[in-house]
């Protein structure tokens, strides 16, 4: 266990169990140098405790890369909760854990993430004031979306020369919270899109509404288009992918879409410009960090614009340097955290 923390340079992980809700939950608090630990609270099943801990450690590590990336005043930590088989009461569950994060004493800050909603949060929030992403305080998605779109025009001027989205070619893979209101702005600016989704209820939508083409989800990557937006789950740039992508950048929301650092190197090779996905993704993050602070929409708007500014910074430094967009953005938010 310390070889694990001490390979990602964790700060501290807690565990906590509760018999009478079935609470069985792990928080990793990653790095606190620029301010309390903030990030998400996944809720799902695990094949065992060991994932749950791996999933907690590497989210909280990357929540770490993003805010310090995003210039939040803010550190990086995950909580997951092993979803239970059955569950009697999932509010007295979430009040529980409201109260694991109430006895950190302000260290940990958490989230809406993966299986869990505002009305988890809300619970939560009965027994601590450390968690965002209330119903008061709303859905960070659409913060996303706005981070991802304004980060898709830095990385279409990089890679294409221009950031006017007319008539850009977008295959947008999941139309969730985030990828669904993505479309919509990107469509609003004239960009063709070819979407896939798991319920084709959301791709009839996006092609009803924003007259998309729509894909099968096995030949999503493979189209033929200006910029790849992965807006589903994590992982799927890998070596078997990367080979059959048709498009000159990706650029969307999902988390860890990279299998590991080495993908990076490939996409670069193959002339595919590589949005870091903790980069663009953002917006989620600064909505419910700045949120939790009491700030504005107008200052959360204009924090947003930090976005395209940093991934503009990386493909910089990448091309100067000839490195991937992934490991110049590693490198900057070590040097960041650790000063080296
Ligand atoms: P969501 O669950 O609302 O939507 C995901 C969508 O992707 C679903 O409609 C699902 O059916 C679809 N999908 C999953 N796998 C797919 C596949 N292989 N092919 C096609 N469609 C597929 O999630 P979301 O909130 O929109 O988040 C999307 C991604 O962005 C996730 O990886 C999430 O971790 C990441 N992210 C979200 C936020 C946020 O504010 N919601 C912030 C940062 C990162």
């Known amino acids: 266990m310390f070889a694990m923390m001490e390979d990602s340079r964790l700060e501290a992980l807690h565990f906590a ?10 928080i990793a608090i990653h790095n606190t140098r620029f301010g ?18 791996r999933d907690a450690i590497g989210l909280a590590q990357s929540m770490s890369y993003k805010a310090a990336l995003a210039g939040l005043e803010q ?18 569950l979430f009040e529980a854990f409201g109260r694991m994060i109430e006895s950190l004493g302000g260290r940990y800050i ?32 659409p913060h ?72 099968s989800r ?19 740039l890998n070596a078997e992918t990367v080979p059959g992508l048709r498009c000159a950048a990706v650029a969307g ?3 860890t879409q990279l299998a ?10 193959r002339g595919i410009l590589y949005a870091p996905d903790y980069v663009i993704n953002a917006g989620g993050l600064i909505y419910v960090a700045l949120r939790h602070r009491g700030e504005s929409l107008t200052t959360i708007t204009a924090h947003l614009s930090k976005i395209s500014q940093r991934l503009a910074e990386i493909y910089a430094h990448a091309q100067a340097d000839r490195r991937s967009p992934a490991r110049v953005a590693d490198s900057l938010a070590e040097r960041l955290l650790y000063g080296s």
């Open 253 to 255: 929301a999902a988390n």
């Open 144 to 215: 996303t979306a706005m981070g991802v779109f304004a980060g898709i025009r830095a990385t279409a001027l990089a890679r294409l020369g221009s950031d006017d989205l007319n008539g850009l070619r977008v295959a947008i893979q999941g139309l969730g919270h985030v990828g669904y209101a993505l479309a919509e702005q990107l469509h609003a600016v004239g960009a063709e899109l070819w979407v896939s989704d798991l319920d084709g209820g959301r791709v009839q939508l996006a092609v009803e509404q924003l007259g998309a083409h729509p894909v």
């Open 75 to 92: 550190g990086g930590g995950k909580a997951v909760i092993v979803r239970p088989a059955h569950v009697a009461n999932r509010g007295a």
């Open 260 to 269: 590991d650092a080495d993908v990076g190197d490939s996409l670069q090779a």
């Open 110 to 141: 958490t989230a809406v993430d993966s299986g869990t909603s505002s009305a988890d949060m809300d619970c939560i929030a009965q027994h601590t004031r450390h968690v965002t992403s209330t119903t008061r305080e709303g859905d960070p998605s």
């Open 36 to 53: 309390p630990a903030l990030g998400g609270c996944r809720y799902l099943a695990y094949p065992d405790e060991q994932s749950a801990i």
């Open 17 to 26: 169990q509760d018999p009478a809700t079935g609470l069985k939950a792990v």
């Open 218 to 236: 096995d030949a999503l990557l493979a189209t033929p288009c200006d910029i790849l937006a992965p807006c589903g789950l994590g992982g799927i």
